[in-house]
């Protein structure tokens, strides 16, 4: 079963690697070359540049096949991505299946030949079967509701037009959010096996309305902070909780507002569940962020060296194959624009220090020391951390970043109260205290889980305040 983290503006898009001898190489990550060679306009080269030898990232494919007629195939990174030319034009594929060339130059994928005439398939659809176990990849535009297209109308094309989203945001958005009433008795009873419940400093339950998500034993009130097992699949639970009901921590007072602000956290136990990244079809996209100014912004199209996505594609569903395994999706952080430092140490180096993200081993944005990081190996392991410079990018499947930890090692994050070095975003009034979700990780005995919190109107320390009385290491 699989959780994906999303980009914006997109169903859910997964991606599952056929079997692959894990080997000492690095991912293709083309970003990086900006750094020895000129800006493209796209992320991944077919002929691709070389870097020093002092690099952590190897910029070569895996596997480059040249075929009869001047075609080739390309093996990107350790994942199920490739890109076949035929007659000078690129097609981006996955594979469900292995695949391999014969010393002939037969392309053959789970062992039986795959000829090139199957690569313009009759279809518009994104996912379309090349032969039995490939994909053709095709560009589609992503669904947006009517809402999220006006922010993006706003912030591309209206002065001003951030701080009328934030507007949205805040007024609109958040008071659909606001659906629980506390009571000072006890809830339901927590089912038997339920994980160890967020400590609070007072008993009491929760009616939770317009919940979305079906829980065992229906919609009975819940004890504030105790995991009930949802309906439809085993392994994923939820709380509810107000902010205000959990122990300080250390962290600053909640002001009136968010301390009983509606809070769900939903638990996934990681022992079940692979979690993988997808970009959506169009967030985040690859330009600079605004915020990021001369002399750290240059005259390259982007923070990487390009803004454009060819000759990949971004499918923005899920693979057919894979459908039935997908269990649950949440969005996967900011998008470019707001994923970017104005002010603060980060702001001046590496170009702003753009939040950065590996799908699947390709490297779209490089990932930048000192962000809060969730990352995930090739052998399926899930962590969340802090970026540094020893780590290497070809170590992992996926990666994605967004700003500054909350939570470091069981301790509140040195930047939580800093809202303008922290990058925090914040609410029309112009304080901190907006409608946010986050992620973290903690330790049960010997089981691992993943906690996603959706809070409806908190500071980055009221999240840090949960997260800790939750019992995670990370967040």
């Not at 970043?401 to 029309?428: E, F, H, K, M, T």
Request: proline share 10%.
């Amino acid at each position: 079963m699989m959780l994906a983290i999303l980009g914006c503006s997109t169903p859910p898009t997964v991606a599952t690697a056929p079997p692959v001898e894990p080997e000492p190489t690095e991912s293709l990550a083309t970003p990086d070359r900006v750094e020895v060679a000129p800006p493209s306009m796209a992320p991944v080269h077919l002929e691709p540049a070389g870097l020093p030898s002092s690099d952590p990232v190897d910029q070569t494919p895996r596997d480059v096949f040249d075929l009869p007629g001047g075609g080739r195939l390309v093996h990107l990174s350790r994942g199920d991505h490739w890109l076949w030319t035929v007659a000078g034009r690129t097609y981006h594929l996955e594979a469900a299946a292995p695949v391999r060339v014969t010393p002939d130059g037969i392309v053959e994928v789970g062992g039986e030949p795959c000829p090139p005439s199957g690569l313009e398939p009759a279809t518009a659809a994104p996912f379309a079967s090349v032969c039995p176990g490939l994909w053709r990849r095709n560009p589609v535009k992503g669904a947006k509701s009517k809402l999220e297209w006006g922010t993006d109308f706003l912030r591309d094309h209206v002065k001003g037009g951030e701080a009328l989203t934030r507007f949205v945001k805040e007024k609109v958005v958040r008071s659909r959010g606001k659906t629980s009433e506390e009571h000072a008795s006890t809830g339901s009873v927590a089912p038997s096996g339920s994980p160890t419940p967020v400590r609070t400093t007072r008993d009491a339950s929760l009616v939770v309305e317009e919940l979305g998500i079906p829980l065992s034993g229906g919609p009975s009130p819940l004890t504030a902070g105790v995991f009930y097992a949802t309906a439809a699949q085993p392994g994923i639970w939820l709380a509810a909780l107000h902010p205000g009901l959990v122990p300080d921590a250390g962290t600053r007072p909640l002001d009136p507002v968010e301390a009983v602000a509606d809070t769900l956290l939903v638990l996934f136990e990681l022992d079940r569940f692979d979690l993988h990244f997808a970009l959506g079809t169009e967030h985040p996209r690859l330009d600079w962020a605004d915020r990021v100014k001369p002399p750290v912004r240059t005259d390259w199209p982007g923070p990487d060296g390009f803004d454009g996505d060819g000759p990949l594609v971004r499918a923005g569903s899920v693979r057919p194959d894979r459908g039935g395994a997908v269990v649950a999706a949440f969005t996967g952080g900011f998008k470019r624009s707001h994923g970017a430092f104005h002010r603060g140490p980060l702001a001046t180096v590496n170009r702003g220090s753009h939040y950065g993200f590996v799908e699947d081993g390709i490297v779209w944005s490089r990932p930048q020391p000192g962000l809060a990081s969730v990352t995930v190996t090739w052998d399926g392991r899930v962590d969340l951390g802090v970026w540094t410079e020893a780590q290497r990018v070809g170590d992992y499947r996926h990666v994605r970043q967004n700003g500054l930890p909350l939570v470091v090692d069981g301790a509140i994050g040195p930047d939580v109260y800093d809202r303008l070095d922290g990058n925090w975003s914040g609410s029309v009034e112009g304080d901190a205290r907006s409608m946010r979700a986050g992620l973290c990780i903690r330790t049960e005995g010997t089981a691992r889980q993943l906690l996603y919190g959706y809070f409806t109107a908190a500071t980055p320390g009221a999240m840090a305040r949960v997260f800790l009385a939750a019992g995670c290491e990370d967040a």
